[in-house]
């Protein structure tokens, strides 16, 4: 019976660290496979609003409608200029903001 022990010991005392080696090696084994990949993404709106083409539009036409006629057909020329840039300036801007850019990000499996 001692004999027997003392070969079950010997066994597992070679066979374990054998056992942890495979099992390292299976979990460790793969190396991963990374590449770079093109990705688009829209680009970050800092005025979501549209504050600033909206502002900057209307000011414009303001001063270009001002140019046109003479006294309160200079008035009208004035507010529908600026009227007409605010909306031409809001759109511009928004065409801006609408736009993606291409960034690289990197993965692996």
């Given at each position: 019976?001692?004999?027997?022990?003392?070969?079950?010991?010997?066994?597992?005392?070679?066979?374990?660290?054998?056992?942890?080696?495979?099992?390292?090696?299976?979990?460790?084994?793969?190396?991963?496979?990374?590449?770079?990949?093109?990705?688009?993404k829209p680009k970050e709106v800092?005025?979501?609003?549209?504050?600033?083409?909206?502002?900057?539009?209307?000011?414009?036409?303001?001063?270009?409608?001002?140019?046109?006629?003479?006294?309160?057909?200079?008035?009208?020329?004035?507010?529908?200029?600026?009227?007409?840039?605010?909306?031409?300036?809001?759109?511009?801007?928004?065409?801006?903001?609408?736009?993606?850019?291409?960034?690289?990000?990197?993965?692996?499996?």
């Open positions: 019976m001692r004999s027997s022990s003392i070969l079950l010991a010997a066994v597992l005392v070679v066979a374990a660290p054998l056992a942890m080696a495979q099992s390292k090696s299976k979990s460790t084994g793969k190396t991963p496979h990374c590449y770079d990949v093109q990705v688009e800092k005025d979501e609003h549209k504050i600033a083409g909206t502002a900057i539009g209307a000011v414009a036409g303001g001063l270009l409608g001002n140019q046109i006629g003479g006294g309160s057909g200079k008035t009208i020329a004035t507010v529908a200029g600026a009227a007409g840039g605010a909306y031409a300036g809001r759109k511009i801007q928004e065409n801006n903001q609408n736009k993606t850019e291409t960034v690289t990000e990197r993965r692996c499996d």
